[in-house]
T-cell receptor, first 117, second 111 residues
Framework: SAVISQKPSRDICQRGTSLTIQCQVDSQVTMMFWYRQQPGQSLTLIATANQGSEATYESGFVIDKFPISRPNLTFSTLTVSNMSPEDSSIYLC??????????????FGPGTRLLVL | KQEVTQIPAALSVPEGENLVLNCSFTDSAIYNLQWFRQDPGKGLTSLLLIQSSQREQTSGRLNASLDKSSGRSTLYIAASQPGDSATYLCAAKAAGNKLTFGGGTRVLVKP
């Protein structure tokens, strides 16, 4: 299996500021994703992080608000820009396509808990 | 647009009872369905993945069934233990890479 870590684990931020979340996978994965889990709700896919190119965003999410980088097969960052209280959420990194396991099995990081005041 | 629903939203059972968790999806054209466990502060752990061509998958005390025609999957946990207390999420994967998650069932197993 893959172990995915995220930094920071939690943060409290002021509105109007930006926060960059880091995601590190201990093995190479072909695909990485960023999800949001708002309070009391399930997970919603924000975007697919593509290595060396622009991320693919889901409807309702845009690059200016959630810029994403993926410089290699084990690392990605998500920035939450110009934050408002509505951005308070858990942000989860995910990866799949790990060698030696069923390719569709998806692994998740522990999440970053963000509170915007 | 795929919609995934989990009922009930919460479930409380005494230790030793079998758990039955339900998941329904609106679009039967899925590639697979995954069950996850979410513990507070620990993200999601993949439990079982059922391919669209399969009817069920088993791992230890866990058994998941899939009925594409009726748009349903069921997760059975035999002989529940307090350590099974968590939120259980199902997610359906259609074309592309997007997983559509249900709202989850929060399970409490009382000693």
């Amino acid at each position: 299996s893959a172990v995915i870590s995220q930094k920071p684990s939690r943060d409290i931020c002021q509105r109007g500021t930006s926060l960059t979340i880091q995601c590190q996978v201990d093995s190479q994965v072909t695909m990485m994703f960023w999800y949001r889990q708002q309070p009391g709700q399930s997970l919603t896919l924000i975007a697919t992080a593509n290595q060396g190119s622009e991320a693919t965003y889901e409807s309702g999410f845009v690059i200016d608000k959630f810029p994403i980088s993926r410089p290699n097969l084990t690392f990605s960052t998500l920035t939450v820009s110009n934050m408002s209280p509505e951005d308070s959420s858990i942000y989860l990194c995910s990866g799949k396509g790990l060698a030696g396991v069923p390719q569709e099995t998806q692994y998740f990081g522990p999440g970053t808990r963000l509170l915007v005041l | 647009k795929q919609e995934v629903t989990q009922i009930p939203a919460a479930l409380s059972v005494p230790e030793g009872e079998n758990l039955v968790l339900n998941c329904s999806f609106t679009d039967s054209a899925i590639y697979n369905l995954q069950w996850f466990r979410q513990d507070p502060g620990k993200g999601l752990t993949s439990l079982l993945l059922i391919q669209s061509s399969q009817r069920e998958q088993t791992s230890g005390r866990l058994n998941a069934s899939l009925d594409k025609s009726s748009g349903r999957s069921t997760l059975y946990i035999a002989a529940s233990q307090p350590g099974d207390s968590a939120t259980y999420l199902c997610a359906a994967k259609a074309a592309g890479n997007k997983l559509t998650f249900g709202g989850g069932t929060r399970v409490l197993v009382k000693p």
